[in-house]
């Protein structure tokens, strides 16, 4: 059941948000120890929330589409009175006083807050494995990752443990995870979603955006947070922000693009002809379909890890044991302090990532790496404002093979880096793009397609992705796949 | 014949803002305040907080720079200095580096040497630090429960997000008079504007001196050093006599001026070394991705402009012309913001110029010198003040009456007109009651009036003197002159 068609019920009285919260909570009861989507849940506030939630339901302070949906949210947006880790056991005891616009947002659209799902530790890997509470497992397979950072968000929609989720995007964080599980993300313009309280990782690539069942439901619930907020100066004030309008199927003469360069060597094959599939798919409905050459995909990865790294370096200074989180015990004197609570609060990716950026902003170095990077951002942007001069939807995989095993990214950092060409240009040049499934592999795991507009053209890739998600029709949850595979994993309330 | 030297100096000036709230949060600026209490998630540097510019610091930082003289950078943007200590909870400071909001400016300042330009190199915009209060060995509790066991510091950030500029000058001075000068300038200025207060005890005008020392002749520069903790003006030269003579001491001895940051200690009278230049931090500075660059239009810098207030040379010139106070008056009543507004309204209040600026110069000054205050630190009203000049004008108190009530106003603020009222100090002109006084004045001092016959002239001020003590002081002292003189 969509998240929409849950609000529906709820608003015809036929399920109560208490039932839908409970049922929510016994998948979630009946399939964590295997799928571990969550960081933190807290049952009974749950409950309680879901009746005072019904409540104002009753007494009309709520009518919105969302309105009694329960909701996860990424674990690091920050969430009054409620444990927000990033993953860090630098942050195992942080509770914030304040909660993030993003999360105010669903709260004011009448949403009920499940938990805080897990994540690569401060969004930094593209597995879930760098999580210091333990891997996340993909419920169309639990021997494969969910993908990242946003898995623990992707796995838990996958797998019925909540009805929609707030994932986060730096470099492919919301779509990569949403591709290997099988549901729709999407990463909206940069200033869309207000970034206050959502703890940065790299301050000028994150964006806030939803994980869904389905394109309906992602056009609502960022319909829901998308605002102008004064408390963060990135943030846009944007009109027509009512996406769930562009909900037609309708791509008569849409000009689409597809980058050649995007199916290259690295691309696997079966990825590739899924994707292929889908442009044709949408070539029947009535759009007009053209391949061209965006180029300098290959710059994105080391222009991307360069500035993510660099802003990263520098947004985690605060995280010294000082103020909250995590001290380690038994130092002497401040740097002492400083340098032990360091070592052993954030794990193996985040100090990787820390130590690069620290490099690449020293003196010496700056020019030659840093600003090197910005240009290439530069670049990229005009690559795509040429692109979009042509071309209303860019159309390509979102990465460039189905989900991998445990172990299989990290022992290489350099591919697992690499595996995000398709999505990291996206975020270093502001633009939306939504991720939906558009078929399997031959082991039985979703494929995702991504497609790309230009600044604020949200609506358009809707429309687009609404259009193909009808042609496709059902794709199913993980269900079907458990299934065939023989194993007795998942099904679908 | 001992070797002649020139001294170079040039100053890091940071000066607090006035804006009512911090750069990058709403926060409250006042002074002050139990610990922690004017502080929120974005100047305490919690997770996923942001900052976002207060537009007034930007207007006064502008506004600072057009009063010096200084190109507007257009293009308003921040970068990070990043480095970890425990009152900088970012573990970043939130500055400028590469595009300084003003540039390229000079102030003129005026020694005995006569006058001289001093150049402005740049002023950029940054936000204070917190604070640290150390306890030792638990001697130190800080009033609160449960603290104080073992070593112990604790970190108050209301300071954190405090706005600053910090206005660095040009090597242009050459001793501690020009140096004096120049911040007396500044202080002026940015009082004027409404800038700042510029209390340097109270850390709202910070000091650092870059000294370095030259052969006289020669066009290369000497080594510097950094001078912090300069606490007052006098300390201020202090520091610059010292370390003049310290790295001429050193050159003499032919030993090496290392470039270094040395801290004064003014008990001590003088300054040691904190940190070398290969101490040197690494502060990777970036362009900070929070804050959105700000464009400075046209019409925005215009409205600055127009809505400059009058410096103290537009103001002495409006002084001149309504009220034809002569220059040596509108030195002194210029010579602080809060006097020459004082003067301005009193005057606004009695209308009486001359007046006004005598009672300020002579009593109001000889009185903050006795008692060691500031002009800001004035209590009295300008109504009060008025009130006062209305009642000599009016005959209604005596000159000698009226400074007695000014003692008491510069000290208690009372009202003037309820104190002479209740003190029953009016000034008597009743001409019977006079008469009356002039008559046993004269009974009582047949001797003096003898005198007066006798041709000595001096007796009729005896008398008038002897009924004006048996009236208290209180009497119209011309109408006692010319009864004395009738009724001898």
Redesign the interface.
Known sequence: MSALELARRIKAKEVSVAEAAQAVLERIEEKEELYHCYITVEPEAVRRQAKELQKRIDNGEFTGPLAGVPLAVKD???TKGMR?T?ASGM?GN?V???S?EAVRNVEKAGMLLVGKTNMDEFAMGSTTETSAYGVTRNPWNPERVPGGSSGGSAAAVAAGECFAALGSDTGGSIRQPAAYCGVVGMKPTYGTVS??????Y???LDQVGPICKDVADCAALLEAIASYD?????SLRRENTDFASALKEDVQGLRIGVPRDYFGAWLDGEVKTAVRKAAETLQEKGALVEEFDLGLAEYGVAAYYTIAA??A??NL????G???GFRAEGYEG?HDM?KKSRSEGFGAEVKRRIMLG?FV???GY?DAY?LKALKVKALMKKAFEKAFARYEVILGPVAPATAPKFGESLADPLQMYLSDIYTISVNLAGLPAISLPCGKDSKGLPVGLQLIGDCFQEKTLLRAAYTYEKARGDFGLPKEAAEREGGSHGETI | MAKQYETVIGLEVHVELATKTKIFCGCSTAFGGAPNTHAC?VC??????????NKKALEYAVAVGLAMNCEITRYCKFD?K?Y?Y?DN????QISQLYLPICRNGSVEIETKEGKKQVGVHEIHMEEDAGKLLHGENGQESFGMEGLGEGNCSL?DYNRSGVPLIEIVSEPDMRNAQEVIAYLEKLRMILQYLGASDCKLQEGSMRVDVNLSVREAGVAQLGTRTEMKNLNSFRAIARAIEGERKRQIERMEAGQEVVQETRRWDDGKGESYAMRGKEDAQ?Y???PD????PVAIGEEWLKGIRAAQPELRTERMARYRQAYGLPDYDLEIITGTKRIADFFEETVRLCGQPKKVSNWLMVETFRLLKEHGMEPEEIRFSPANLAKLIRMTDQREINGTVAKAVFEVMFEKDIDPETYVEEMGLKTVNDEGTLRRAVEEALAANPKSVEDYYKGKEKAVGFLVGQTMKAMKGKADPGMVNRLVKEML
């Open positions: 690091n947006l920050c927000t990033c942050l942080f914030p006083f304040y993030a970034r206050y309280g959502l703890v940065a790299g301050s000028s004064e408390k963060d100066s990135t660099a802003e370096s520098s200074e605060r995280f010294d000082i103020k909250y401040l400083y620290t902003l020293s003196s700056y840093y | 998630p305490t540097g919690m997770p996923g907080a942001l900052p976002v510019l990070r990043n970890f425990p909870p970012q573990n970043y970190v690494d990777r500075y970036f991705p929070d804050l959105a």
